[in-house]
């Protein structure tokens, strides 16, 4: 069965560290979400593409965080540096149109700075 | 802005019926969602509702849409300690999968 593949599953970086997290969507699928999961709360967006154009990245804290999805299919999301609040869940996931239709979410990476 | 809104928490008995509730936003939402989350792992889609619908069954799943208030629950018939876990409302806002805060739903034998 297709799945959205995301690797690594755990990073632990210290602070002031670059990090880049990979995400390989299922095949076919024009939009790509990265999405960021603090511990006890509800993913947030952080960026959406749409083949290898960025839709949306208004939550995406542009002065650390950069994503990229060059040839429309894999995707990487880095951050540089790296701070303690970043530690959270990076969820990736994957639809076949940009709305209205099921988004296939990855495993997930979970970010640990110390 | 959108803002999806959850309960956070249920706790209910092996055997009876869970509800969870949700309020979202955007009236103009064509398909609203239920996710399940298991501790540590990704979001599996459970079911979802297109617009046009008051209510969709799905086995032990039974989602109720209230267009006019906005309002959005799940049903689990009979449930399993397995079905304790976090649950997500979703809908799509302004072209963005925008999601709740979570419920936990606790399953006591």
């Known amino acids: 069965e297709a799945e959205v593949a995301q690797s690594p599953r755990y990073k632990i970086t210290e602070k002031s560290q670059a990090v880049a997290f990979w995400c390989d969507p299922i095949s076919g699928h024009a939009t790509l979400y990265w999405y960021r999961q603090i511990l006890g709360q509800g993913p947030e967006l952080l960026v959406q593409?749409?083949?290898?154009?960025?839709?949306?990245d208004s939550q995406l804290p542009k002065d650390r965080f950069s994503a990229e999805r060059l040839k429309g299919v894999d995707s990487t999301l880095k951050i540089q540096p790296a701070e303690l609040g970043d530690s959270a869940m990076y969820l990736c996931?994957?639809?076949?149109?940009?709305?209205?239709?099921?988004?296939?979410f990855g495993q997930g990476t979970r970010l640990t700075v110390v | 802005g959108e803002d999806v809104e959850q309960s956070l928490f249920l706790s209910v008995r092996e055997g009876d019926s869970s509800v969870i509730n949700c309020t979202y936003t955007d009236s103009s939402s064509t398909y609203l969602y239920w996710y399940k989350q298991e501790p540590g792992a990704g979001l599996q889609l459970l079911t979802y509702i297109f617009s046009n619908m008051d209510m969709k069954q799905d086995q032990r799943l039974t989602v109720l849409l209230n267009k006019k208030d906005k309002h959005l629950s799940l049903r689990i018939a009979d449930t399993q300690t397995g079905d304790s876990s976090f649950y997500y409302c979703a809908e799509i806002y302004t072209g963005k999968l925008i999601f709740g805060q979570g419920t936990t739903l606790q399953v006591k034998p």
């Open positions: 996931a994957s639809s076949l149109e940009t709305a209205n239709t099921e988004a296939f």
């Open positions: 593409f749409q083949d290898e154009s960025v839709v949306d």
